[in-house]
């Protein structure tokens, strides 16, 4: 796939601007604070369905509109199509695909896949496990509309279990904690499952890519650090065993303390953990590693080629483009290193604009 445009109307700082792409490499130019990153965010919204800089839809609309539109015209092996987004003030969003409504927003998954990569993006191996489930999240929900309509089903659920918890009213939550529970350890099994496949996908093709970027000098390993168990149902088992063990406990804080919401992926290099012991570099060329491992996981699922968007710094940039030639790739950066390269498409931007 590839994206051909984006038109952008009332959008951070875009008032009215149409964008081609080209198919190969295409570099967005510019100073600092020009609507660099609100162009990439827009395609994100189109791909993920939400923005990577804000929770506050209200905040994608152009200071005194009403609403804002972001647009894209995608290629595809199947054919050309269209999908949008209108924001509102005082609506939630809107996706739209060929001009017909988007009854759920999982129906807009699998339509643009984007994967995103910046040197910068430290936190996933950096940050709090809440980052790291993320990561696995928005990917897989890219390729399967039916697990973001699990998390969804999963976090009312969870809600309403910690809801009940924080009553600390023995008789209601003997009452109905059963019932929770059931549900809980349902979809908590089904999420665990679908991650660590996804994980023991990505591992291989991660440490591949790590051995490129490093020249064999770094072994790759990352595991699922979570319940127990081969198999939904053994999964699912488990589950409602930890619930009962740490009843008393959710009770006592108001919260429940076990599942999915709270586990992680643990991530080492040579052995190392590499959170507590890796160098910015290794820190850097790992999670490089794991977005060109969503490459190949989303054309083997996609049977389709997805867009890379990237921040590339210099010691990466000639391996990553070798890597990357047929895929459709848009690459953001301050000043243009790139103006010797003829094959690229260059695309400035300026207050909004492209000029």
Known sequence: MFIKNVRLKNFRN???????????????YGKNAQGKTNLVESLY????????????DTDLIMYGESNAIVSSDIARNYGDINIKCDIRVLDSK???????????????FGNLCVIFFSPDEIFLIKGA???????????????????????NRFEKVLTNRNKLLKTHDEKLIEQSLDVWDEQFATYAAKIIITRK??????????????????????????EYDGESGESEQEIKHNILKSLER?????????????????????????????????????????????KLAELEIFEQVLKDRPVLVSELDTKRRNKLIKKIKDCQTIITCVNNKFGTVKDFHYIKINEGRQI
């Open 45 to 56: 919204l189109l791909s993920c369905a939400k923005s990577f800089k804000t929770s506050k």
């Open 94 to 108: 809107v996706f739209y695909k060929n001009n017909n409504k988007l009854s759920k927003t999982s129906d807009i």
């Open 246 to 290: 740490t009843k008393k406990a959710s009770i006592e804080v108001g919260y429940t303390l076990i599942g999915p919401q709270r586990d992680d992926i643990i991530i080492k290099i040579n052995g190392n953990d590499l959170k507590n012991f890796g160098s910015q570099g290794q820190i850097r060329s790992v999670v490089l590693a794991l």
């Open 14 to 28: 875009y008032k009215d601007e149409k964008i081609e792409f080209s198919k190969g490499v295409n570099v967005i």
């Open 197 to 222: 496949r996804f994980i023991e996908k990505l591992k291989g093709p991660a440490n591949d890519n790590l051995n490129y970027l490093t020249d064999n000098s770094e072994v790759l390993t990352i």
């Open 129 to 151: 496990p809440s980052d790291r489930r993320e990561f696995m999240d928005t990917d897989i929900s890219q390729i399967s509309s039916v697990y973001y309509e699990l998390l």
